[in-house]
């Protein structure tokens, strides 16, 4: 006998496709309706509850299967996989954890098949022109950030083919070789190589609670910075998401130095703890904003589109920097992530997504945190930043445990007071025993630092 009766279950769904049912099924287990071990009602009798097929349940169970959050036994019917094994059913051993670029855990996201089929029978496929940003894709982004402080001057945008490629585009734009830039800190992984490759000098501004610290952003400006890069949905912060005060304090300190350029990094998009996507000084300061929204860890890095955001003449000079301007991301992929914006099943997805990761670092801090580490992540990052005494040490050692982790010092520009490590949270284990395994290889290699690894 199922543990959930199918009239009960169908109660709950709404949705009469494949994906659909797997889906709100996915968001009632996010939600504890369905919990771990729960067995569901047979395909035939949950098929003929909701008027579908036997082959349309067949297929949504065959989704969430291969997601790791259902398990088909031969004789005990289809159940829900234990808390404790989402996340890491297959766990052989941290190798095969990616903890250093903060990848996304690829059985989260949402399917890009419809949106795709969909995208190829557009009447402008193969047309013969350049479009930066299609109509469609355009509406959905105006959509979702919502009217411009000041609609007048209105905002643009530009379709690039990652959020490290439009970073790369915005800081080139702004700022010549020998420029200063002002770079939040710890910078997003990877991005304080961007400005070096250019020739450009950096000063860290420092975070706290609420955002970038106003004085220190003042002192940089002071020195010179003609631009000013920061992440408000802390991304991979180990403390804040910006506040709407530290917003207004920061953009009176913006205001002394008219021309420098802000760039916003919002490498999580839809998946940023603020919906629908990270805060902005976009809404103080639109007329030198550039905003640089990913979207590779919400939907997938094979849809290879970001979005650029902000006043004409910045989008226009970001735009001339990428192949001359002659370059273009393809209408399939800009009309998939049109798509996937407007999908109701999309953002379902999204905000499970979003949970489940929430919920990995909620439980990776517990682990750090009983073992006697000093761990900090902000309340939407993904990074875990663990305080060591000699951060290469402590990497090496782990490294000769499959675990590898990233430094403090490749994100931040000033010198800290103690070392650091950085982990990525998104595809850990929702499992206690294998986090606290974690934690404990972790105080080991921050006590043990070289000796560990020498024989």
């Known amino acids: 006998m199922a543990d959930i009766e199918a009239e009960t279950l169908a109660r709950h769904l709404s949705e009469r496709s494949p994906n659909g049912i797997a889906e709100q099924v996915r968001e009632l287990i996010s939600a504890g309706t369905l919990s771990g071990g729960m067995r569901l009602p047979t395909v035939r ?71 795709l089929v969909r995208s190829l029978k557009q009447p402008q496929l193969h047309s013969w022109s350049r479009e930066h940003i299609l109509p469609e894709l355009q509406r959905a982004m105006e959509k979702k950030l919502g009217h411009p402080a000041e609609p007048a001057r209105g905002r643009s945008f530009a379709a690039v083919s990652s959020a490290t490629e439009g970073l790369w585009l915005a800081t080139r734009s702004v700022a010549g070789s020998g420029a200063l830039i ?13 400005p070096k490759s250019l020739g450009l000098g950096t000063i860290g501004v420092p975070v706290d609670e609420h955002g970038p610290v106003p004085e220190a952003l003042q002192r940089a400006l002071d020195a010179g910075a003609v631009a000013f890069l920061h992440s408000p949905g802390g991304a991979f912060s180990p403390r804040h998401v910006l506040s709407s005060e530290r917003a ?7 205001e002394s130095s008219p021309e420098t350029v802000i760039i916003e990094e919002d490498p999580l998009g839809p998946l940023a703890e603020e919906t629908p996507f990270a805060p902005s000084l976009d809404a103080l300061l639109p007329e030198r904003t550039l905003r640089v929204i990913g979207f590779e860890r919400a939907y997938g890095m094979d849809l290879r589109t970001a979005v ?10 970001a735009i001339a920097e990428r192949s001359g301007g002659v370059s273009s991301n393809s209408r399939i992929l800009q009309n998939t992530l049109a798509f996937l914006l407007r999908d ?35 309340p939407g990052s993904w990074a875990i930043w663990v305080k ?20 403090g010092t490749s994100s931040f520009i000033t010198e800290q007071p103690t070392g650091l490590l950085r982990l990525s949270i998104a595809q850990l284990p929702e499992d206690m025993e294998l986090l606290d395994g974690l934690a404990q290889l972790v105080r080991h290699a921050t006590e043990d630092g070289l000796n560990s690894t020498f024989v």
């Open 45 to 115: 009798d949950l098929a003929t509850e909701i008027g579908v097929s036997v082959g349309t349940i067949a297929q949504a169970w065959s989704l969430l299967r291969e997601s790791n959050l259902v398990e088909t036994r031969r004789r005990g019917g289809t159940r829900i996989v234990e808390p404790g094994d989402v996340g890491g059913p297959n766990f052989r051993n941290w190798s095969g954890v990616d903890l250093l670029h903060s990848s996304p855990d690829q059985r989260l996201l949402p399917s890009l098949e419809e949106g």
């Open 182 to 194: 002002a770079v939040e800190e710890p910078a997003s992984p990877g991005y304080l190589s961007v």
């Open 248 to 254: 207004q304090e920061l953009a009176q300190v913006l």
């Open 308 to 317: 650029v955001a902000g006043p004409k003449h910045l989008i226009t000079a």
């Open 344 to 378: 109701p099943a999309a953002a379902r997805r999204v905000n499970s997504a979003r949970t489940r990761y929430a919920n990995r670092r909620r439980l990776a801090l517990e682990a750090f945190t009983s073992a006697g580490l000093s761990a900090q992540a902000g």
């Open 388 to 407: 060591v005494p000699d951060e290469r040490a402590a990497a090496l050692t782990l490294s000769a445990q499959g675990v590898i982790t990233d430094v």
